[in-house]
């Protein structure tokens, strides 16, 4: 069993009570047994080092970046590269210390967090956690199905290709579970609920989904698309992702099983979190990294210089904010309600409008279950807070841990809480019933 907990020095950060771990050691190194406490943060500001004079650099050699092995210390967080070179990153050491050591709490069989600034391209939080196996770069692959989350493609498509919105009605029946060809036939005896398409993608509502894009969509642009958004392409990061892939069949039953994200499609964490904060700067894309410097043997720092910029929108304003208006239903009254507020009703990040979706399948063959959650926020904006994106990727076998939402919005506010947002707290770990939701 492994644990992430970490001991942070000079940075006034004490997570769990884990045997010291060293100050470049990744958390997976160790093992440990028993309950996890409670997150301790102190208010010491983080230690920096004295600042070098970066040399001039053109094109950022950053072979051998190992991002499994992220480590936390005086200077930040850094990743070793090759010839014994060190990759400062981008990465907020409390943030990335919080994401592991929510994780680590509830044994977690896999989970990779990513939390994005929209503004900028920083990586902010890059953290994945494995109960068993060799470590992996969880954060890159592309091999869990993208679920409901693929709902956020079939929305851009059915507002550009077929001019419908938010408050778009459709009427439906069935289709919780799976979807049947009865599903995408209108039938007024039959369909005995109405839902906006807002309302639909808040609560996932696959009959709708599966019955609009049958509609109004073909596969080509359901393609066209996931086109758009990357998919079957990569995505730029200072290491490689694998490409999040569509495979759309020739049938229309599975046409509209996809279109509502029943398999065929995968999605990275990476790429989920890049969608995000697409989103949030109106349809515009982000250059995503996470290498600011790179520390030599010798004691020279180089500076990495500013990615180069993606120039190309994923959609348009209008789309984009049309497709943003459907998502913060899912806090707001759908899916992720009950993840995002108290057992009062009182949200955990009062005065933060959340634009979110979530997605959940499992492989009863193999005896994985996936959710996801992706979105960002604030959707809404807020004078001086700084929005961000966030994925989550939760792998849960036939024993459930814990959803995506839940880990999702504990990050959140982690990060709005070192906003000082008024009213927002840190995260305090839940016990095994706080767990089930």
Not at 359 to 381: E, I, K, N, V
Not at 418 to 423: F, R
Request: glycine share 8%; aromatic share 6%; with cysteine.
């Amino acid at each position: 069993m492994r644990s992430s907990l970490v001991a942070l020095a000079g940075v006034g950060l004490v997570v769990g009570l884990a045997p010291f771990l060293g100050r470049n050691s990744h958390p997976r190194a160790a093992a440990a047994e028993g309950p996890v406490t409670a997150i301790a943060l102190a208010t010491t500001a983080l230690t920096e080092s004295p600042p070098k004079p970066p040399e001039a650099m053109s094109t950022p050699d950053l072979t051998g970046l190992d991002l499994t092995h992220i480590g936390l210390g005086d200077d930040g967080a850094t990743a070793p590269l090759d010839r014994g070179r060190v990759a400062r990153l981008t990465v907020d050491p409390i943030l990335q210390a919080i994401a592991w050591d929510v994780m680590a709490s509830r044994h977690i069989p896999e989970c990779s967090v990513v939390l994005l600034d929209p503004k900028s391209g920083e990586v902010l939080v890059y953290a994945s956690h494995q109960e068993q196996g060799p470590v992996r770069d969880l954060p890159t692959e592309a091999r869990a199905p993208a679920a409901s989350v693929f709902k956020i493609i079939t929305a851009s498509a059915l507002v550009d290709d077929a001019g419908l919105g938010a408050d778009t009605r459709q009427c439906y029946s069935g289709g919780e579970e799976r979807i049947l060809a009865s599903d995408l036939i209108d039938n007024p005896a039959r369909d005995r609920w109405c839902v906006t398409l807002g309302g639909a993608m808040g609560r996932s509502v696959n009959a709708v989904f599966a019955r609009l894009a049958s509609k109004h969509l073909d596969a080509a642009m359901l393609e066209r698309a996931a086109a758009h958004f990357s998919f079957n392409q990569s995505v730029p990061f200072d290491t490689k992702v694998e490409p999040s892939t569509l495979h759309v069949p020739a049938d229309g039953l599975g046409f509209a099983r996809t279109a509502a994200g029943f398999w065929n499609s995968t999605l990275s964490p990476v790429h989920a979190a890049w969608i995000s904060a697409a989103l949030e700067r109106g349809g515009e894309p982000v250059h995503p990294f996470i290498v600011r410097e790179i520390a030599a043997g010798n004691g020279s720092v180089t500076e990495v210089p500013p990615r180069s910029p993606l120039t190309t929108p994923l959609v348009s304003a209008t789309t984009a904010a049309a497709v943003t208006r459907m998502m913060e239903h899912t806090v707001a009254e759908g899916t992720s309600f009950r993840a995002f507020h108290d057992a009062r009703r009182t949200p955990f990040l009062p005065g933060i409008t959340v634009a979110g979706k979530t997605g959940t399948l499992t492989d009863d063959h193999a005896q994985r279950y996936y959710t996801w959650f992706t979105g960002f926020a604030p959707s809404q904006p807020v004078p001086g807070i700084r929005p961000v994106a966030v994925a989550v990727l939760v792998v849960n076998g036939p024993s459930w841990r814990i959803k995506a939402n839940t880990v999702a919005r504990e990050i959140l506010q982690a990060y709005f809480a070192e906003q000082k947002v008024p009213g927002v707290s840190r995260p305090k770990l839940m016990t095994k019933e706080d767990t089930a939701d």
